[in-house]
């Protein structure tokens, strides 16, 4: 979210205008819908679907051309099927569906500047100075997972200066390769990822700690199939000398979590939680850091602020179309009589990834592929459990997040490592691929026949 290298604020006065003043409008989106969440305010509901109107209008502007497209498409067929029906409900519940994440996305961006202020992140990379070079992958791979799911792509910035100091060209591929590995395994559990939080605004009777616990046990599937594949002779004592380095996340990462947890406890989504705990979280770090650590990190997440736009945009797009897909009486017929006859249970979510992912592999966001087929599933008596159609969603953007070139935390790790993203797409990446394809539809089906016994 936010990559200073894909969401560039172009060179141009009215450019750069643009951005600062997007980012000063998402400030008043993230204040009126935090204040929304609180109070319930009816006028406070308006002003932030009206400043997000407005941010996304900005956005549009600044984006990625090929976003440009994509979000004038998606929005097409949403508006076309809306009109078809009669039912221009069906765009503003999507907009509705879509303020949230004026909320979500700044408070993310926020806990990532406040890392980045952060005296840990010194003393992580400071950690790492003594491993082999077999321990500086783990490291990285490990570290991407664990600080990736705080940070997003974000961690990558954090590990890279350190890790590939000095380092070859072919090095800095297999760093980069597992960088992408490792915030692929973030993406399937994490609650501060868009994937996780995106997929189970569509299946809303999933609450946050089952998708995570869910999660969880997918992140170690392909955590430990990256270790097989990519760094083979680690012994189990290197494997846990490199673990050890980053111990100074350990107690951040538990408060930040609790913090979400005690609010979904509470009754608000999850969502929700991260939206509201994390400005709480941050804003009490920072003032016990230091006079100057607020400020920075203020400054810090306006920069942020400016180069969002291709997430919302995309967001906001696969949010309207699979909502106006999901009103239209045809598709709820087909889910309910039709397709259920034709495949559903096991072969369904086997069926139901593989698709997403080739999808991904062809360069279509895991977020539209996810946005028309989630809503389908979750519709239909197709014997499959909520979670699992959520996490199945999750699984597959997940792993596309790790081995399509197409994806942020592949580009991402291309650019922060300094290599090609072709170089990425390996041999060894394809068959990991495959592997956890495999292993993990195994492990939803025997989460998913548990659950429907």
Not at 338 to 349: D, F, I, M, N
Not at 383 to 397: D, K, L, S, T
Request: proline residues 5%; positive net charge; hydrophobic residues 60%.
């Amino acid at each position: 979210m936010g990559h200073a290298e894909l969401n560039p604020v172009r060179p141009g006065h009215w450019r750069g205008l643009a951005a600062t003043a997007s980012a000063a409008v998402l400030v008043g989106v993230w204040v009126a819908e935090l204040g929304h969440l609180l109070t319930r305010s009816p006028v406070l509901a308006v002003v932030s679907a009206a400043g997000l109107v407005v941010f996304l209008a900005l956005a549009l502007l600044r984006a990625s051309a090929h976003i440009r497209l994509l979000f004038m498409a998606v929005c097409g067929v949403a508006g076309g099927l809306a009109l078809w029906q009669g039912h221009a409900q069906a765009l503003r519940q999507g907009l509705q569906q879509v303020q949230i994440f004026g909320a979500f996305l700044p408070s993310v961006l926020l806990l990532r500047a406040t890392v980045q202020a952060s005296p840990r992140s010194r003393r992580l990379q400071q950690g790492m100075r003594a491993l082999t070079p077999a321990q500086a992958l783990h490291w990285t791979l490990v570290g991407s997972a664990g600080l990736g799911s705080v940070l997003n792509v974000g961690a990558m910035a954090v590990l890279a200066p350190v890790v590939a100091r000095g380092a070859d060209e072919a090095t800095r591929a297999e760093l980069a390769g597992c960088a992408a590995k490792g915030v692929g395994a973030a993406v399937m559990w994490s609650p501060f990822f868009v994937a996780l939080a995106f997929t189970s605004q569509l299946v809303p009777q999933v609450a946050l700690w089952q998708g995570m616990v869910v999660g969880a046990g997918l992140a170690l599937l392909s955590l430990a199939l990256a270790q097989m594949l990519f760094m083979p002779g680690l012994t189990a004592r290197e494997a846990a000398r490199s673990v050890r380095a980053l111990a100074p996340l350990a107690g951040p990462m538990a408060v930040v979590l609790g913090g979400v947890l005690l609010l979904v406890a509470f009754g608000f989504t999850g969502l929700q939680a991260v939206a509201l705990s994390l400005p709480l979280v941050c804003g009490a770090y920072l003032l016990l850091t230091g006079a100057g650590a607020a400020p920075a990190a203020a400054r810090t997440t306006f920069g942020h602020f400016k180069r969002l736009a291709d997430e919302l945009l995309i967001i906001a797009g696969a949010l309207m179309m699979g909502v106006a897909v999901a009103a239209v009486p045809q598709v709820r017929q087909w889910a309910q009589e039709l397709l259920p006859t034709l495949v559903s249970g096991a072969p369904l979510l086997v069926l139901l990834v593989a698709v997403l992912v080739a999808l991904g592999q062809a360069g279509l966001h895991p977020m539209i592929g996810v946005s028309l087929a989630v809503p389908i599933v979750a519709a239909g008596p197709f014997g499959i459990a909520p979670v699992v159609i959520v996490m199945a969603g999750v699984f597959a953007w997940g792993l596309s997040a790790s081995v399509a070139i197409w994806t942020l935390p592949v580009a991402v790790a291309a650019t922060t490592f300094e290599v090609q993203a072709a170089r990425l797409l390996t041999r060894r990446s394809i068959v990991f691929g495959l592997l956890l394809w495999a292993a993990g539809c195994g492990y939803l089906v025997l989460i998913n026949a548990w659950l429907m016994r």
